[in-house]
């Protein structure tokens, strides 16, 4: 037996939101450009991973507690938030707090994004249904990166950054169709 038509749902959610991101590397480009020194972007870069790594626990936390779904869509719009913010960024420090406040937004959905795909599936299908959640997000994030390219390239970086955080919020609308708490058969 297949997967529901909920499931498939937050694939196609998901891989949206997978276009509004856009690989980092952008996001360090924008850093410099308000004024961080290449000296200090991997100080940056540290700096975005321990957020994600303390985020996380919490994430983790609160997912158990207030369910997987809130917990994404707080994450999505903390994306939003940061993306739209980057869209504005004209100053190092700036910079320094919307790295911080990026790493939340991992905290808040790497982790609980997989968990939300193992509540949705019966537990014999767990394997396929995570190569999927992969395939959904490994086949957008390489356009995602080429159209903010394209964006940022003929419309400048604002338009690139608000743009994707448009994205997201779609992405989060449609993300409120899919049921968190279907029931699952196991065996």
Not at 82 to 105: E, N, P
Not at 154 to 182: E, H, M, N, W, Y
Request: proline share 3%; net charge neutral; aromatic share 14%.
């Amino acid at each position: 037996k297949g997967f529901d038509g909920n499931f498939k749902r937050f694939l196609w959610v998901i891989a949206l939101f997978t276009l509004s991101n856009s690989t980092d590397a952008f996001l360090l480009l924008r850093a410099a450009d308000a004024g961080i020194s290449p000296v200090m972007l991997p100080l940056l870069w540290m700096t975005l991973h321990l957020s994600k790594v303390a985020s996380s626990l919490i994430g983790g936390d609160l997912s158990d507690g207030l369910g997987r779904k809130q917990v994404i869509i707080a994450g999505w719009l903390v994306y939003g938030f940061v993306y739209a913010g980057f869209a504005f960024v004209d100053s190092a420090w700036q910079a320094w707090a919307l790295f911080i406040i990026y790493g939340v937004y991992f905290g808040l959905t790497e982790g609980v994004e997989k968990a939300f795909v193992a509540d949705m599936v019966p537990e014999n299908k767990r394997g396929t249904a995570y190569g999927l959640y992969n395939l959904a997000y490994g086949i957008t994030v390489f356009p995602a990166s080429l159209l903010f390219g394209l964006v940022w390239d003929r419309f400048g970086a604002s338009t690139a950054f608000l743009a994707s955080a448009c994205v997201s919020i779609l992405a989060i609308l449609l993300l409120t169709t899919v049921k968190p708490d279907q029931e699952i058969q196991t065996g």
